[in-house]
């Protein structure tokens, strides 16, 4: 059974920065990447990174957020900067294996006080 586990989240003031990471229990995947779930909305999409380090963003994080694969492949990471309130939720990591298979996290949270 592939574990990812999430650290990093905290409370932040508006204006400031964080740094998620996951490191998964093993290190073959095709895709890794971000959700995040605020209370009673769905969980949307943060961003993504491909094993060729090709990235995605939500374009409500674009220019604000980083994502990053560590050198073990197996750990990625979300540079948050400029939060938001609106930044507030559960984060999620999510990994895709060879064969499409999707692991999720227990999430992380972060709060961002205006």
């Known amino acids: 059974q592939v574990q990812l586990v999430e650290s990093g989240g905290g409370l932040v003031q508006a204006g400031g920065s964080l740094r998620l990471s996951c490191a998964a229990s093993?290190?073959?995947?095709?895709?890794m990447g971000w959700y995040r779930q605020a209370p009673g909305k769905q969980r949307d999409l943060v961003a993504t990174i491909t094993s060729g380090g090709n990235t995605n963003y939500a374009d409500s994080v674009q220019g604000r957020f980083t994502i990053s694969r560590g050198n073990a492949k197996n750990t990625v990471f979300l540079q948050m900067n400029s939060l938001k309130p609106d930044d507030t939720a559960v984060y999620y990591c999510?990994?895709?294996?060879?064969?499409?298979?999707?692991?999720w996290g227990q999430g992380t949270q972060v709060t961002v006080s205006s």
């Open positions: 999510t990994a895709r294996d060879l064969g499409y298979n999707d692991y």
């Open positions: 093993k290190s073959i995947f095709r895709l």
